[in-house]
């Protein structure tokens, strides 16, 4: 073999080992497989019932606090704590100035980077609410009022929307004085989307403030 040869040879070898590397290959993810040992490869098939499940990108806490509590947060402020809307609204849970001094709290914006005193106003303002409305949570609590199941989570949170008394309105009147904040959402859709979470843990107090909790 000729120098020639062997040089074309050689050329031919490595570029053939280096595109060799770049070969694209498909990756299949299965999600129902699974492998436990390296010497033996277990999987299974999906149940009809698992195939039509819906999944999602979030912990699972169902009509625990802990639900009601982050799906209002979602609701309000997509769970950030340092927003501020364009009324003024602030914090993870869109709380007014004037209802934060009430919770005595009146520095709002160490109130936006405080975390823990949001959580906390969360609590103290939830506490208001539901002494505001004990009557209302033990007279209407189960009845149907323009289509929708009252319930005490729905009216905290629809309290928490629009104020306790908005709520009353809205209950004695049976349906027919409807409150709507600055961007046009109605108490309604609080009572209806909140109904059924457990709040039963929440004590009412009249006079609570952030920082009793």
């Not at 209302?136 to 309290?159: C, F, H, N, P, V």
């Not at 908005?166 to 989307?193: A, C, H, P, Q, W």
Request: hydrophobic letters at 35%; charged letters at 25%.
């Amino acid at each position: 073999m000729t120098r020639k040869q062997i040089y074309y040879v050689g050329l031919f070898s490595a570029i053939t080992i280096l595109s060799s590397g770049f070969k694209p290959f498909e990756s299949k993810i299965f999600t129902w497989f699974h492998v436990f040992e390296k010497e033996e490869i277990f999987y299974t098939v999906p149940t009809e019932i698992e195939l039509n499940q819906t999944f999602f990108n979030f912990p699972f806490t169902g009509k625990t606090f802990i639900g009601f509590q982050q799906s209002l947060a979602a609701k309000e402020s997509l769970c950030k704590y340092n927003k501020v809307n364009t009324l003024g609204y602030l914090g993870k849970y869109q709380f007014g100035t004037e209802t934060l001094r009430i919770l005595g709290i009146r520095d709002t914006e160490a109130f936006l980077f405080n975390r823990k005193l949001q959580e906390k106003a969360f609590l103290a303002n939830l506490s208001r609410n539901k002494w505001d409305l004990r009557k209302e949570i033990e007279r209407y609590s189960g009845k149907i009022i323009s289509g929708i199941q009252i319930t005490e989570s729905g009216m905290l949170a629809a309290a928490h929307l629009g104020g306790a008394g908005s709520v009353k309105k809205f209950l004695k009147s049976n349906g027919r004085r409807k409150f709507k904040d600055g961007y046009g959402t109605s108490i309604m859709e609080y009572l209806n989307d909140f109904a059924g979470y457990d709040t039963s843990f929440i004590e009412p107090n009249e006079k609570a403030k952030a920082k009793h909790y």
